[in-house]
T-cell receptor, first 109, second 114 residues
Framework: GQNIDQPTEMTATEGAIVQINCTYQ??????LFWYQQHAGEAPTFLSY??LDGLEEKGRFSSFLSRSKGYSYLLLKELQMKDSASYLC??????????WGAGTKLIIKP | DADVTQTPRNRITKTGKRIMLECSQT?????MYWYRQDPGLGLQLIYY???????NKGEISDGYSVSRQAQAKFSLSLESAIPNQTALYFC?????????????FGEGSRLTVL
């Protein structure tokens, strides 16, 4: 079966750095997405990786290793507004998105 | 105004009732999707449509039906609602292929079936 694993919950301190990991086992791979979802709101797109390596976008970076079936989202200079769930999703060989359950990130002052 | 609009935002209904959730978009995208989100689970695809004449079942289509009335409108129906269909439902759109694109989500419709 297809599976996306990410931690259920993480806690970090305002101003610090946090890394949210995602491992996947899917039938084929056509890219990996990260979305941010604030409580009670719609998910919003953060990043897309299809090649190995690090993609940086402001305070957020996303890393992919296809050989390891692994990605992480790195958030720097954490702000209170970064408190949200972070969803990892993989596009499989049929171009269907397989979603992880999300990681709830709690930021403390 | 939101680019992807869902109505109603909240609905409480009883077992056996027919429910329709509506989605409209102003992004001009051809592709539209209905997802369901339950606590502790990833988003699950119910149905998707690549254009007005194209409707496809997702991973959890049983108990649901859809209608693509126009490029901009995609509605989800529960013919006879049951309590385990209590969930947060999202409509989403995308431009052409997902391989380089992203999904744009509506604000969600919270459905409670008693």
């Amino acid at each position: 079966g297809q599976n996306i694993d990410q931690p259920t919950e993480m806690t970090a301190t305002e101003g610090a750095i946090v890394q949210i990991n995602c491992t996947y086992q899917t039938s084929g791979f056509n890219g990996l997405f990260w979305y941010q979802q604030h409580a009670g709101e719609a998910p919003t797109f953060l990043s897309y990786n299809v090649l190995d390596g690090l993609e940086e976008k402001g305070r957020f970076s996303s890393f992919l290793s296809r050989s390891k079936g692994y990605s992480y989202l790195l958030l720097k200079e954490l702000q209170m507004k970064d408190s949200a769930s972070y969803l990892c999703a993989v596009l499989d060989s049929n171009y269907q998105l397989i979603w992880g359950a999300g990681t709830k990130l709690i930021i403390k002052p | 105004d939101a680019d992807v609009t869902q109505t109603p935002r909240n609905r409480i209904t009883k077992t056996g009732k027919r429910i329709m959730l509506e989605c409209s978009q102003t992004k001009g995208h051809d592709r539209m999707y209905w997802y369901r989100q339950d606590p502790g689970l990833g988003l699950q695809l119910i149905y998707y449509s690549f254009d007005v004449k194209d409707i496809n079942k997702g991973e959890i289509s049983d108990g649901y039906s859809v209608s693509r009335q126009a490029q901009a409108k995609f509605s989800l129906s529960l013919e006879s609602a049951i309590p385990n269909q209590t969930a947060l439902y999202f409509c989403a759109t995308s431009d052409s292929g997902l391989a380089t694109g992203e999904l744009f989500f509506g604000e969600g419709s919270r459905l409670t079936v008693l």
